[in-house]
């Protein structure tokens, strides 16, 4: 079981971006799914989470107004759309995944990570 973020590149600033984080192994409908990014020289960060009933219970204020998140439970994947990039959304982009809705709000431990999608948004 795993899952694993594609979709990454360059964008320009302006742009939009599309990530996708595909599950295979398990039906990934019954899974919270959160999207992090590290930036280079900076501490991780949580970019958003969305419940196993598709709530998105949070949002980074940074993203906020610009992110769209879907899943597509046929292809067993989540996405993450970002539109009015900026270099500042320049990161490594991971997602994870959880049983549980409680990773939403850290009362339990992500139970998968994928190996990050880099995204470096430049003219």
């Known amino acids: 079981v795993q899952v694993a973020e594609s979709g990454g590149g360059l964008v320009q600033p302006g742009g939009s971006l599309r990530l996708s984080c595909s599950a295979s192994g398990f039906t990934f409908s019954n899974y919270a799914v959160s999207w992090y990014r590290r930036a280079p020289g900076k501490e991780r960060e949580r970019v958003s989470c969305t419940t196993y009933d598709d709530e998105i219970t949070y949002l980074d204020d940074s993203v906020k107004g610009r992110v769209t998140i879907s899943r597509d439970n046929a292809k067993n994947t989540i996405y993450l759309q970002m539109d009015r990039v900026t270099p500042e959304d320049t990161a490594v982009y991971s997602c994870?995944?959880?049983?549980?809705?409680?990773?939403?709000?850290?009362?339990?431990?992500?139970?998968?990570w994928g190996p990050g999608t880099q995204v470096t948004v430049s003219s």
């Open positions: 994870a995944a959880g049983r549980s809705n409680r990773v939403c709000d850290g009362r339990e431990q992500w139970d998968m």
